[in-house]
């Protein structure tokens, strides 16, 4: 992941930028981005799915860096607020290469999606359809998908499944509301249904449960057709597809994947006398994930009876992801060699709560002290895009590193920003 390199023993690399000088540079908590990674991602995405159209997820992470290089990439986005997809299109990425998604799409992220001319907006529920209509107008013309639950079990935590009914996202297609939903829509004329959407959830790294999409996805299509004389140009696969987050676990296989899913769309949709539809991908955490490092120096070491804590500048306002869902990560020690006898331990944040844990059971250098940099692999996604704003710590800043130079893409929020936006009293 973000192709880390060793010049010298300790001295841990990425981009070709010491990663103590960017603590240097930058201060920690940073987080660092190899360009090259990014782009790499992108385009294996591209030689796998050469037929599809690979939307980033932008929840993952985004900022107009990012927007930039999905764009040069040939990558189209997937947003779900007004928020994403203004910093999108105002950094010049075209509003038709992106759809946005939402199971509660507020007054102004429909707005914004008008006016800026979104390319598909995905239905999660009946009242919006008609809400939609009204916003788009007799005259207006918006192109729409419908996001169905195909009822499938996957992905890495429950917190993040979402083909089953027992979650917010969708409409069910056992229980018919897809059906209801989609008859409904092909009644307003100023919306075009382009196709079928469903996410299953996340951290998947297992093929099947794409598969069986599929062939729930194609077997609703067929009726449709049957019932409506619809073709469907379009089936949204949504994204999901895991990574590593420590040396041996395993990601999902995307040469494998995009075989597997090319053939059992084919073979699917033959079985059901369609004509095979365009594959749509939405892929996040696999574009951004493995292509960031977090930086934090160490603040405290302590022992206690049988733990020991080594406690960072960071913690879970900058990656709730531990604690939300008991992700584990593999945090080391940077920029000296640090002693061979290794111990394990807990790193744990600075904030007042002992949930407050990054990592545990760490091996790291007994001579661990205060002053050290520990560097975290694989946070380049869900950890800036999720941070908050406990304890008024500020959010850590974003650099980009490319053939050794680093660069600032976004600025550490400041206690400034935080009083500024305090107008109370
Ligand atoms: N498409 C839709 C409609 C989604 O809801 C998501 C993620 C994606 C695509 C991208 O999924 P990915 O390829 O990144 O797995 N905060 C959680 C992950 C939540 C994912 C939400 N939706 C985490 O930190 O693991």
């Known amino acids: 992941p973000a192709s880390t390199t060793e010049p010298h023993p300790g001295e841990l690399a990425v981009g070709g930028v010491p990663l103590a000088e960017i603590a240097e540079r930058f201060g920690t908590p940073v987080y660092v981005l190899d360009e090259a990674e990014v782009r790499d991602r ?54 038709e ?25 995905v239905i ?82 297992s093929v099947k449960p794409y598969l069986q999409a599929i062939r729930r996805l194609v077997g609703l299509m067929a009726r449709l057709h049957e019932q409506h004389g619809l073709v469907l140009p379009e089936l949204d696969l949504g994204g999901g597809h895991g990574i590593a987050y420590r040396p041996g676990e395993q990601a999902m296989d995307l040469t494998t994947l995009a075989r597997k899913v090319r053939a059992e769309l084919a073979e699917a949709c033959a079985s059901a006398g369609i004509a095979v539809p365009r594959l749509i991908i939405e892929p996040g955490r696999a574009i951004a994930g493995p292509a960031g490092v977090a930086l934090y120096h160490v603040l405290a070491v302590k022992r206690t009876g049988s733990h020991t804590f ?91 590193v490319k053939q050794g130079h680093a660069r600032l893409l976004v600025r550490r929020e400041s206690l400034d920003d935080i009083r500024r936006r305090d107008v109370g009293l």
């Open 310 to 400: 080594v406690a960072v500048d960071g913690g879970m306002s900058d990656n709730p992801r531990p604690a939300l869902y008991g992700v584990r990560y593999e945090p080391r020690l940077v920029g000296r060699h640090g002693s061979s006898t290794l111990h394990p331990v807990t790193v744990v944040g600075r904030h007042c709560e002992a949930g407050d844990v990054l990592a545990t059971d760490v091996d790291l250098p007994d001579d661990v002290r205060p002053g050290d940099l520990l560097a975290v692999p694989v946070a380049g996604a869900y950890h800036l895009s999720m941070a908050s704003g406990y304890n008024m710590v500020g959010r850590p800043p974003v650099t980009a």
């Open 124 to 205: 999660d529920s009946p009242s919006e359809i008609a809400r939609l209509a009204a916003a788009v107008g007799p005259e207006g013309h918006q192109k729409v998908m419908v996001r169905v639950v195909p009822g499938i079990h996957a992905g890495g935590h429950e917190k993040i499944r979402t083909g089953t009914e027992d979650q917010k996202f969708g409409l069910s297609i056992s229980d018919g509301y897809a059906q209801h939903a989609i008859a409904r829509i092909l009644d307003q004329p100023q919306l075009e249904l382009t196709g079928l959407h469903c996410h299953l959830g996340s951290q998947i790294t």
């Open 97 to 121: 290469k992106i759809v946005l998604h939402g199971n509660a799409k507020s007054p102004r992220d429909l707005e914004t999606a008008l006016r800026l001319g979104v390319g598909r907006i």
């Open 42 to 95: 992108c385009r294996t995405y591209r030689d796998a799915f050469p037929e599809a159209e690979v939307l980033y997820a932008a929840k993952a992470f985004l900022c107009r860096a990012m927007v930039h290089w999905m764009e040069e990439e040939g990558l189209g986005l997937d947003v779900c607020s007004a928020g994403e997809l203004e910093l999108a299109v105002t950094t010049g990425f075209p509003a």
